[in-house]
């Protein structure tokens, strides 16, 4: 099945400075790969996604950048502010059986110093 | 907005309990998913459904069996408390489509078993 690697899995950042958290995966065949954040008390909701077929998207000051041979894609975060400290997940989905099953990599906390 | 509804936020049993974690979503998705989140171990697939009455195992699947006789409704039940079952279990749902899709959290309930 599907493996996704994040890194790293503590990041700390002073208010203003840019982000970077990364991911591997394992299959070839994933081709969908969306991006979390889960604050305290709540799950997961999605941020950024990107599919196979696009190498980078943007939305405000949050990027993700996609690289199929080498299998890796990271998330962009500029401008950090204190409301971005949070726990980010990436994740790959893989079809299984005719549905896409995402498989999540162990997660990022991302804490931004004002 | 799409609503991922898990039936206790925080849930106390005994070892060797029947318990029952319920989970309705509003927005008439094929696939449902059952997760856990430990500290240092990201969101691990336990079950998931992409049916009515269809279940497949994910990868944690011992000691849990889920139930899903309604489209809206997906309920995970460990058969026999243990304690190291205790954890937070995230709820999601998301639509069937030749890729993958966001899927939709619920607020996730955390469940101690002593």
């Known amino acids: 099945g599907e493996n996704v690697e994040q890194h790293p899995s503590t990041l700390s950042v002073q208010e203003g400075d840019s982000a970077v958290i990364k991911c591997t995966y394992s299959d070839s065949a994933s081709n969908y790969f969306p991006w979390y954040k889960q604050e305290l008390g709540k799950g997961p909701q999605l941020i950024i996604d990107i599919r196979s077929n696009v190498g980078e998207k943007k939305d405000q000051r949050i990027a993700v950048t996609l690289n199929k041979t080498a299998k890796h894609f990271s998330l962009h975060i500029t401008e950090t502010q204190p409301e971005d400290s949070a726990v980010y997940f990436c994740?790959?989905?893989?079809?299984?059986?005719?549905?896409?099953?995402?498989?999540f990599g162990r997660g990022t906390s991302l804490i931004v110093h004002p | 907005d799409v609503k991922v509804t898990q039936s206790s936020r925080y849930l106390v049993k005994r070892t060797g309990e029947k318990v029952f974690l319920e989970c309705v979503q509003d927005m008439d998705h094929e696939n449902m998913f059952w997760y856990r989140q430990d500290p240092g171990l990201g969101l691990r697939l336990i079950y998931f459904?992409?049916?009515?009455?269809?279940?497949e195992k994910g990868d944690i699947p011992e000691g849990y069996s889920v139930s899903r006789e309604k489209k809206e409704r997906f309920s995970l039940i460990l058969e026999s408390a243990s304690t190291n079952q205790t954890s937070m279990y995230l709820c999601?749902?998301?639509?069937?489509?030749?890729?993958?899709?966001?899927?939709?959290f619920g607020q996730g309930t955390r469940l101690t078993v002593v």
């Open positions: 459904s992409y049916d009515v009455k269809m279940k």
């Open positions: 994740a790959a989905s893989t079809g299984s059986g005719g549905s896409y099953i995402p498989t």
């Open positions: 999601a749902s998301s639509l069937s489509l030749l890729s993958g899709t966001e899927a939709f």
